[in-house]
C-alpha cells in the first residue's frame, strides 16, 4: 500500500477558493503520476486533474481554468487549487496514485486516499 492523505476540505460560498493538499508517504513519491478525482452524491467518481513527475498536467474540461494542480516533490505532496468555485463542484475529493499511467478512468488506478469533503454552498 501507498498511504496517500488528502486535507483542505470544507465549506466555502460560490466563487470561493480552496486548496486540498495530498501527501504521499511512500518512497515512490518522485516517479508518480498523481491525479485528483471527484465523487459527488449518487454519482460516479470523476477524473478532475493529474500531474506527471515532470510536472505536465491534464484536467478535466468541467474545471479547466478554474483549478490548478501542483507538485512539491521535497514535500512528497500535491495541490489542488480551486477557485471561482461552484455548488456543482460539491463532491469529496480524492487523490490518487500510480507509477504507471492510469488515465482518467478511476478504476484503472490503485493507490486512494480516504478522501476529503468539498461543499459549496449558493
Known amino acids: 500500500q501507498v498511504p496517500v492523505v488528502e486535507s483542505g476540505g470544507g465549506l466555502v460560498q460560490t466563487g470561493g477558493s480552496l486548496r486540498l493538499s495530498c501527501v504521499h508517504s511512500g518512497r515512490t513519491f518522485s516517479r508518480s503520476i498523481m491525479a485528483w478525482f471527484r465523487q459527488a452524491a449518487g454519482k460516479e467518481r470523476e477524473f478532475v486533474a493529474a500531474i506527471n513527475p515532470s510536472g505536465a498536467t491534464n484536467y478535466a474540461d468541467s474545471v479547466k481554468d478554474r483549478f490548478a494542480i501542483s507538485r512539491d516533490n521535497a514535500k512528497n505532496t500535491i495541490y489542488l487549487q480551486l477557485n471561482s468555485l461552484k455548488p456543482t463542484d460539491t463532491a469529496v475529493y480524492y487523490c490518487?496514485?500510480?507509477?504507471?499511467?492510469?488515465?482518467?478512468?478511476?478504476?484503472?488506478?490503485?493507490?486512494w486516499g480516504q478522501g476529503t469533503q468539498v461543499t459549496v454552498s449558493v
Open positions: 490518487a496514485a500510480d507509477v504507471s499511467l492510469r488515465g482518467p478512468v478511476a478504476a484503472l488506478w490503485n493507490f
